[in-house]
């Protein structure tokens, strides 16, 4: 893959999400997905990946986003604390980290211990996902890995609290295992533990990816005891040989994986991509799968226009109750469209 040709499309991408705005559909939730001045998980997704841009370029004008971002949100007043609200907080660790900003880590340590001490538990201590306007009582989702647990982890390391890591680790086993269906090698987007089932037991493209893309990064975080790290990698195994035979013959995935009939979804196939790159780079995966995230990477950089802005993104998406709920999801740029693409192109500098 040219290197120019990634480069180009890494900051074309990431200037196309300091400025996005609603302008193709009505929100349908009582927040805002597609506005990257609010803070939401789609917004802290898309941190997540221009934060890797800054540290790819060591562009001081990219800092300068970031913190004036952070800076506006706080001075804002932030939104209630619940699953989805704690994911810019993965990247305002970062700062704290960088800066030393005191605001940044008065924020970071408040809501560090809200989650270990006042956030909902449902079956087996899960955290429940609970959403802005909604406790969704009884309901774990994949996504709580990634908006969530990956902050919880960063934040046990910087302030040196070891129970919070014993938590995240805790929170991936008890998700894997009532997410993980054992016949596919996929997850199922989410469990109700009032009625005992998955919902419509649907392999969601994104919610899988949050496993995918969350897993090697979860790695890097925290060194795990040999026999837990062995079975967090034996899934992304498994899931990734499930992956190879269903990604479609331009480097795709399907909105709902293992139904041809739903659109492809960048989103996920970028999620995909960065997750098997990186996997394959760091040992997690056999080499052989490098070229199933080669084609995931081309597939991404053809689904990025000239102003960078990401196509054929599916807008945010609660558990459903059959595949057509998913098939019938808008699609539309969003944040952690572009966060997710940047995240397989830079992977794919490395490759």
Known sequence: MNRDIILSAVHNVSNAMKFMKNEELQEQYPIGLVDMNLWEWPQGVGLYGFYQYYELTKDEAALRFLLDWYDKRISEGLPEKNVNTCSPLI????????????????????????????????????????????????QILIDTLFMTVLFLTKAGVYFHRPEYVEEAKKQFLIHIKYLYDKRTKLFFHGWDFNGSHNYGAVHWGRGNGWYTCGIVDFLDMIDLEVGIKQYLLDTLCAQAGALAHLQTPDGMWHTVLNDPTSYVETSC????????????????????????GLQALRATIGRIEKNGIVREVSYGTPVGMDAQFYKD????????????????LIEGLKA
């Open 329 to 344: 999801i808008p699609i539309s740029p969003m944040t952690y469209g572009q966060a997710l693409a940047l995240l397989i």
């Open 91 to 138: 990247i305002l660790i970062s700062l704290c980290e960088l800066t030393g900003n005191e605001n940044y880590i008065k924020v970071c340590d408040e809501w560090s211990r809200w989650i270990m001490d006042d956030m909902i538990r449902t079956g087996d201590g899960a955290l429940q996902h609970m959403i802005t306007g909604d406790p969704n009582d009884g």
């Open 269 to 292: 196939t970028s999620a995909f991509g960065y997750g098997i790159l990186k996997g394959v780079r760091k040992g997690y995966l056999d080499p052989s799968y490098k070229e199933v």
